[in-house]
C-alpha cells in the first residue's frame, strides 16, 4: 500500500509539472507550479522509491513461496512465543527444536520472527505442536513453518532467524 500511495503520489508530482490541470490543481495556482522543476525531481524521486519498495516486498514473498513449494519439509516442534513491546505493537516469534533429541549431541533449534501470522494465534502460544519446516536451501534457516492450524511465514531479513539452544519437547 505505501509503494502505490507513493507511486501516485510520483504521478501526481510529475503531471503538476507537465500540465497542471491534469492534477486537477486550480488554474492560478497551475500558473505557478507548470514547469517548476522541483515538481519533476519530486515525482521522479517518488516513483523510482515506490517501484523500489515494490520490488523488495514481492521478492520476499515469491522466494518463500518459491521455498514452500521447492524445499521438502522437515519434521520439527513448534511453540509460539509471544514478545509485547510498545503500546498495540506484538511480535510473533516461533520456536523449532528437534523432534528426535539425542543425549549425545546437544541439538540446536530456531527463534523465527513471523510475518502473515494465521488468525487466533494466540491461542497457540503456550502448546507444542508438531510442524513440518522447510529450510530457505541458500542460508540453510527455517523460511516456511507449516502446522495443523495454518502457515506461519519468517520475516526477512538476517536478523529474523536466530539459533537457540533446543527446548525439551
Request: aromatic share 12%.
Amino acid at each position: 500500500c505505501a509503494s502505490s500511495l507513493m507511486g501516485m503520489f510520483g504521478v501526481v508530482a510529475v503531471c503538476i509539472y507537465l500540465h497542471a490541470p491534469w492534477a486537477r490543481a486550480p488554474m492560478e495556482a497551475g500558473q505557478v507550479w507548470r514547469g517548476n522543476v522541483i515538481w519533476l525531481l519530486c515525482g521522479i524521486g517518488l516513483l523510482v522509491v515506490a517501484c523500489f519498495f515494490y520490488t523488495v516486498v514481492t521478492q520476499w514473498t515469491r522466494r518463500l513461496l518459491w521455498i514452500r513449494e521447492n524445499v521438502a519439509p522437515k519434521s520439527m516442534g513448534l511453540t509460539v512465543e509471544v514478545i509485547e513491546g510498545s503500546p498495540g505493537a506484538i511480535e510473533f516469534y516461533a520456536c523449532l527444536y528437534p523432534l528426535e533429541q539425542s543425549r549425545e549431541v546437544e541439538e540446536i533449534g530456531w527463534r523465527v520472527k513471523l510475518w502473515a501470522n494465521p488468525p487466533d494465534i494466540m491461542r497457540y502460544t503456550s502448546t507444542k505442536l508438531p510442524a513440518k519446516v522447510q529450510f530457505d536451501p541458500d542460508t540453510a534457516t527455517p523460511a516456511v513453518v507449516s502446522f495443523e492450524h495454518g502457515i506461519l511465514w519468517s520475516m526477512a531479513g538476517s536478523a529474523s532467524v536466530e539459533r537457540v539452544r533446543a527446548q525439551s519437547p
